[in-house]
């Protein structure tokens, strides 16, 4: 099997103009916050207003995906306010950021598409092809949120992230497109790391609410002791912390279940290819923390004394050992998995 | 709307036992500490330390941070070689590391302390649980409370019905809706519950985290495994010596392996051979098997490859590396043939450069060793000597310089009874053999060469090059059942962490002027954004005579 070097020129374009477009819808998401900053300054998220009867409470929304969490998670964002608030005001730029969301991950995933036909397998062998397929699913996760609920407000925080990590896939980590040393040949590679992918991306959604989410408590904790923020007057357009809070919850059970299978299949795995289903080799422990901080999390959050901030600060955590996971230990550590190809 | 808080104080007030199951820690109130602590109060209070949430939480970060040192240090369970060479660079520091089992993290007492702690809670957290739980799910939903107004979810309204047609019409709709109902003050309140999966979910989930913790403990027990280097047209038998290291559990005894054996016919090698960035990168090793499950059974043939072990009587070997064992005669100083065979030589980089030592105890006069390098592709580079640029045997070269014991002397020691690596040569009772002129005779040898050895000490042959695979063989007879834990694990957090727990109640009653009023009420545990929904479908097929639930009217007349 040879590479088809034509097509791998092809996804290293795709993946520059996606992130031309990237660029751009990151530049609308800030401008729709700007707007509605400007809005929304007038009522903070988070005060009590008054409601007209009936409406409020996870009043009528879509009861589409009732069934599902993630469902919640967005029913939890229109509890933000009333219906008209600053949170739901929808601008030209927002629409426009979303928009080139779309454009952009079309060609994002045309650019994965055309790596994986070039070498005839899988797309994500080596740290530039896990790195470009796996912001990817960040996208596509995200504008699955997006499409059900109004969640524009993460749109910066979530395009942003995608572009770095794709800015550091073509300057740093960039391999060029080749077959798989003999391990990675294995239908078990590619449900582990596909399910991967996408409890890394809830996860990802979850970090950024929740730092929007401490930063918003910070924000009512000083206007309630009468000191109304200066700064960053765009996060009044924001739901208040305790929406936040639910979505964050939210996406966090949906990614939850996700991770447990990630590393059940990764064991799998690596019996399959080794013998041993569990050799905590520094990719293995590390996964294994990941899980152990986010059942933390989510211990934390059924536990007394432990309100939403203090259990926040446990995603931190956890987020930070997903991006030591994934960039340090794929390079820097020795062990089983390292095929970095850098 | 109603003030969450509200209605959850107003659920406290319901049987504590009842709530204890249903709501989470977050919402129910704090235990009371005991006013005076004598022995058993003492210990009752520590166990209920232990087995509270929040030391549960404690220990699950603790271990988090008790896992991460194992992957910053080098472990002996995984690279022992990797450890010597880290003592040997961090002489000061080494030894206590060590001492404090920072090489041995998973095996080390701190470790193991902490999981232990954690599994001692977590049987002490989930067995009362379970029994609660059972009991709660014998039992009928609990008693309508007396003021559903104060629930999270409330909704009332005045109808034309009949009580008794509305209650009957309650039952129906919370049926449908699978829950489980009851009737309760005298026939004019519904109670309904669902969701108990959630619950048992949970239990499930930690259960089976139990389960998967002893069912890894039990396999250190009954498991064994080892190392095996197989040549091409060699025969491995599962018997102890055949291996080259072993371990095996407290229960495993030699005569325990299955006595099953199997010749590796051919293994087929491919190398990365056109992309200039990868070149060399390993693409391919397929291994050719014949296999007997027992002597003198058919033989059957196998295939086995990185991904796809061989399974034989309860155990898989399974491909883990594989090197070139050159083929060489030696003929000694009276020429006779006193050596003739595959010498398996150690692969130490990815160009498969490796380390050669023949060992020739039976040459007469002298005892003859040999060390040196097999080059797979040999280039030679100026100032270098020789070295491979590919992985493959496309220009084999075999560098080897020679040593001899005194006459008659066990110089090699392979009579010492001190047991010997067979990678290495001790030259310290050996002399090294050298040229005319006084130079270490280098011996550079192709295919089907042979050289000379100086002083009468004999001759070398390298008469071919023959590839040999490595196999790790593992048998763990726990396996199954920590994979079937670990998808009980799996199926009971998605069960518990989707499935919603909720109860709703409808009520029935006449107000003063003699008609029908209906109220609904709605209670979840923990966060449940649907429980809106739920409660107003549930009322308004119990209001409705064609059961269709609009909105409008409730919207209006809830408070
Ligand atoms: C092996 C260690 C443990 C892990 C990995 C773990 C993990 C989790 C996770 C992920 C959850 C949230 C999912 C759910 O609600 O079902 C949870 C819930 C829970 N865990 Fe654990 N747990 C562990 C040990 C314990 C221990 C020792 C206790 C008892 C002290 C405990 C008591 C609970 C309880 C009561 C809940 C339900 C929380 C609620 O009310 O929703 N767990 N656990």
Redo the contacts between chains.
């Keep these: 099997m040879?590479?088809d070097e034509n097509l791998a020129q092809v996804s290293n374009t795709l993946i520059y103009s996606a992130m031309l477009v990237y660029t751009g819808a990151l530049g609308a998401y800030t401008a729709d916050l700007a707007i509605r900053g400007r809005h929304g300054a007038g009522e903070p998220a988070g005060r009590p207003r008054v409601?007209p009867?009936?409406?409020?409470?996870?009043?009528?929304s879509s009861?589409g995906s009732?069934?599902?969490?993630a469902?919640?998670a967005a029913?939890?964002v229109d509890?933000a306010g009333p219906a008209v608030g600053a949170s739901r005001l929808r601008t030209k730029a927002g629409g426009i950021g979303v928009s080139l969301t779309c454009l952009a991950f079309l060609l994002h995933a045309g650019g994965v598409l055309t790596r994986g036909l070039s070498v005839q397998r899988v797309p994500w062998g080596n740290m530039y092809e896990f790195s470009v397929a796996g912001s990817a699913v960040v996208t596509a996760t995200f504008l699955a949120v997006v499409f059900r609920r109004d969640v524009r407000y993460l749109g910066a925080f979530v395009v942003g992230p995608v572009l770095l990590t794709l800015g550091l896939a073509v300057a740093v980590f960039y391999?060029?497109a080749?077959?798989l040393?003999?391990?990675l040949?294995?239908f078990w590679l590619l449900i582990h790391v596909s399910v991967a992918f996408v409890a890394s991306a809830l996860y990802t959604l979850g970090f950024s609410t929740t730092i929007l989410q401490l930063v918003q408590e910070r924000r009512e904790r000083a206007r309630a002791a009468g000191r109304p923020p200066a700064r960053g007057r765009f996060m009044d357009a924001l739901p208040s912390a305790a929406a936040l809070d639910?979505s964050s919850?939210?996406l966090h059970?949906a990614a939850?279940?996700l991770w447990?299978?990630t590393v059940?299949a990764g064991?799998?795995w690596a019996?399959?290819?080794?013998?041993?289903?569990?050799?905590?080799?520094?990719k293995e422990?590390?996964s294994?923390?990941i899980w152990?901080?986010y059942?933390?999390h989510?211990?934390?959050?059924?536990?007394?004394?432990?309100d939403g901030r203090k259990a926040a600060y446990?995603v931190l955590a956890g987020y930070a050992?997903i991006l030591m996971n994934f960039m340090i230990?794929n390079v820097f550590?020795?062990?089983r998995h390292s095929y970095g190809?850098l | 709307m109603v003030d969450v808080r509200t209605g959850k104080q107003a659920a406290r007030s319901a049987p504590a036992e009842q709530l204890e199951t249903f709501l989470p820690e977050t919402e129910q109130d704090a235990p009371a500490a005991p006013a005076r602590l004598g022995l058993v109060g003492w210990s009752r209070w520590t166990w209920r330390q232990l087995t509270s949430m929040r030391t549960a939480l404690l220990l699950l970060l603790l271990l988090a941070v008790a896992a991460l040192p194992g992957s910053v240090f080098p472990q002996r369970r995984i690279d022992t070689g990797r450890v010597q060479q880290y003592l040997s660079e961090h002489r000061a520091s080494g030894p206590w590391l060590d001492r404090l089992g920072f090489f041995d993290v998973y095996t080390s007492p701190w470790f193991s302390a902490v999981y232990l702690l954690l599994f001692v809670s977590l049987v002490g957290c989930v067995l009362p649980r379970s029994r609660r739980h059972l009991a709660a799910v014998r039992s009928a939903p609990p008693r309508t409370p007396r003021r559903l107004a104060r629930m999270p979810e409330h909704a009332v309204r005045v109808v034309d019905d009949p009580v008794a047609d509305v209650v009957a019409r309650a039952r129906e709709v919370l049926r449908a809706r699978r829950y489980r109902i009851a009737l309760h003050d005298g026939g004019t309140s519904v109670a309904g519950e669902k969701g108990y999966l959630a619950e048992t979910g949970n239990l499930l989930f930690h259960l089976a985290l139990l389960a998967l913790l002893v069912s890894v403990g039990a396999g250190l027990f009954t498991g064994y495994g080892g190392q095996v280097l197989v040549i091409e047209g060699s025969t491995f038998a599962n018997a102890l010596p055949m291996y080259n290291s072993f371990t095996s559990g407290s229960r495993v005894t030699p005569a325990d392996l299955p006595p099953f054996s199997f010749t590796l016919d051919k293994l087929a090698v491919r190398f990365e051979d056109r992309s200039t960035s990868q070149l060399g990168a390993p693409r391919e090793f397929t291994a050719t098997v014949t296999v007997r499950d027992r002597p003198g059974a058919a033989p059957r043939t196998e295939t086995v490859q990185v991904n796809k072990p061989l399974q034989v009587d309860g155990a898989k070997a399974y491909l883990a590396g594989n090197g070139y064992a050159p083929v060489v005669s030696v003929r000694d100083g009276t020429g006779a043939v006193v050596l003739r065979g595959p010498v398996p030589a150690l692969v130490t980089d990815a160009e498969y450069t490796s380390t050669v030592v023949i060992k020739v105890p039976d040459a007469r006069p002298r005892q003859l060793g040999l060390a040196g390098t097999l080059v797979p592709t040999g280039l030679r580079q100026p100032g270098e000597g020789w070295i491979s640029i590919f992985p493959d045997a496309l220009a084999p070269r075999l560098v080897l310089t020679a040593f001899a014991a005194a006459p008659g002397q066990d110089g090699l020691g392979v009579n010492s009874g001190v047991p010997q690596s067979v990678y290495s040569l001790d030259v310290s009772r050996l002399t090294q053999l050298r040229t005319s002129d006084g130079q270490p005779a280098r011996l550079l040898l192709k295919p089907g060469e042979t050289a000379t050895l100086p002083d009468n000490t004999g001759s070398i042959t390298f008469e071919g090059l023959r590839r040999y695979a490595s196999f790790d063989i593992s048998s763990d007879p726990t396996k199954g059942w920590a994979l079937g834990s670990a998808l009980l694990a799996l199926a009971g957090v998605t069960a518990s962490l989707f499935v919603r727990r909720r109860r709703v109640w409808i009520r029935v009653s006449t107000d003063g002027e003699g008609r029908t009023v209906v109220e609904a009420a709605g209670l979840a545990r923990g966060e449940d954004a649907g429980l809106g929904d739920e409660v107003r479908a549930v009322f308004e097929g119990a209001t409705r005579a064609d059961g269709v639930a609009g909105r409008r009217t409730v919207r209006g007349e809830r408070e």
């Design positions: 040879a590479v409601v009867a009936g409406v409020g409470a996870s009043g009528g009861s009732r069934s599902s969490s469902g919640h029913d939890g509890d391999t060029q080749d077959q040393v003999p391990a040949h294995s639910r919850y939210s059970v939850f279940p447990t299978f059940l064991a799998i019996e399959s290819a080794w013998g041993r289903y569990w050799n905590w080799d520094p422990t590390w294994f923390v152990v901080v059942a933390g989510l211990h934390a959050r059924a536990t007394r004394g432990w446990l050992c230990v550590f020795v062990g190809g």
